[in-house]
């Protein structure tokens, strides 16, 4: 058994997005692995600690310089300019606005050389099924890591505090992955993943992810997969879906008690649900940040407070909402123009044909960009820099992006 052995290319550009593949989804899984290492041992603030925190990036180092000559090979044109364009920008910003430079050279690591590598990597996929291929393997794998710390923290033997944002959205992966394939062929596989990774993230993650998940739900039952047009059964479990999920909804403050009930019996205290029964809107302390951030923008309407100026205002945190945050980045009106061209090409993607890509795009929507609209900061999410990259390469490869890969048959995990 190999979790992550894919399909054997017959083409050499199938075998090169193979390569490709790994190269992006290497960070979310190996960050995974060291999150599992550092929780399991309790060495997060030690010598050890740093020393595997260095190693995941070695790891990831290693894993991008092996696949470069083949992405620099697809877009050498689009990485130059990429590259170019942002430290042009980024030097720009380092002059027009000193006093954020202190939180600038803190964005050079993972900006440079984690975000922008992903970007340009996405971009130069040739065949999003072989990507498609690859995004599964990986989610078991993160899937079996979160599943077995998930298991120790109940035991009491490791311990993420009273609770773990990082750990949430490291599961939403699974999560995302298995629900777009649950909601299309509906194996028992990824019905058990998706279940076990939502319990979970309900146990001991945060509220962010739920939106993601709910977000994608919404979009994936917008479009359904056009086999349930001709195929009874699968009509049959896509509607029994639509009502378990209404009877969900209807009866949620019931099924978060007996939840509650079972997690406490656990001596697991879920913050997430003991915030969901409070039946009132929480921002844990993010409307200070927004008021701060929001006071520099009425401020500098024009040109902004520039990059990492969020973190200044917000003495060091950044803005934990996109669209502040690139405002306060750029002004009113770049910042502006900006968010309505994310905006409106995301919104293309929900009318687009083929139905492979509109899947492909809300799972990244879903992973990507929604979180941000609550936490993390757009400059650092390695996983907003994926769907950035996807919807380029959209733009430059066209629907030929979903042909069907020409693989052997496929090898089960």
């Given amino acids: 058994m190999n979790l992550m052995k894919v399909n054997v290319p017959k083409s050499r550009e199938d075998s090169d997005d193979i390569k490709i593949s790994f190269a992006i989804i290497a960070s979310t899984v190996i960050l995974m692995i060291q999150f599992f290492i550092l929780t399991t041992f309790n060495i997060l603030d030690t010598s050890i600690g740093s020393k595997v925190q260095l190693m995941s990036k070695v790891f990831v180092a290693i894993i991008l310089i092996y696949s470069f000559p083949v992405v620099l090979k697809r877009v050498k044109l689009q990485f130059f300019l990429v590259y170019y364009i942002a430290i042009f920008i980024f030097c720009l910003h380092f002059i027009l606005f000193p006093e954020n430079r202190m939180y600038m050279k ?16 996405s971009m130069s996929l040739q065949n999003w099924n072989v990507f498609k291929q690859v995004l599964q393997k990986a989610s078991v794998i993160v899937f079996i890591l979160g599943l077995l710390l998930g298991i120790q923290i109940t035991l009491g033997i490791a311990s993420v505090g009273t609770y773990s944002m990082t750990f949430s959205y490291y599961m939403l992966f699974p999560t995302i992955i298995h629900l777009n394939e649950l909601l299309d062929r509906y194996s028992f596989k990824s019905l058990m993943i998706s279940l076990s990774s939502i319990f979970i993230i309900l146990a001991i993650g945060s509220r962010g992810a739920f939106l993601c998940i709910a977000v994608f739900i919404l979009l994936k039952l917008l479009r359904p997969n056009r086999e349930l047009l001709f195929s009874k059964v699968r009509m049959f479990f896509f509607f029994s879906f639509v009502l378990v999920g209404l009877f969900i909804v209807f009866n949620l403050q019931k099924l978060l008690f007996t939840i509650q009930k079972i997690l406490v019996d656990l001596g697991i205290q879920s913050r997430s649900i003991s ?108 996983q907003f820099w994926v769907l950035m990259g996807l919807i380029v390469g959209y733009y430059l490869h066209g629907p030929e992006l979903v042909k069907p890969n020409e693989v052997t048959e496929q090898t089960e995990i």
Avoid at 106 to 120: A, G, K, N
Avoid at 298 to 321: E, F, K, S
Avoid at 324 to 347: A, D, P
Wanted: aromatic share 16%; net charge negative.
């Fill in 106 to 121: 803190e964005l050079i690591f993972p900006f440079f050389f984690t975000c922008l590598p992903t970007f340009v990597y």
């Fill in 275 to 382: 915030l969901f029964l409070k039946g009132e809107v929480s921002l844990s302390g993010r409307e200070d940040i927004y008021q701060r951030v929001i006071t520099e923008i009425l401020q500098h309407p024009v040109l902004g407070i520039g990059l990492g100026g969020d973190r200044l205002a917000a003495d060091g945190v950044y803005a934990h909402n996109i669209i502040l945050e690139i405002v306060s980045n750029f002004g009113v009106i770049i910042g502006g123009v900006f968010i309505f061209i994310l905006f409106f090409t995301i919104m293309k993607f929900l009318f687009v044909k083929e139905l492979d890509i509109y899947n492909m795009i809300i799972i990244w929507v879903s992973i990507g960009l929604i979180s941000l609209f609550v936490s993390g900061s757009y400059l650092t999410e390695i």
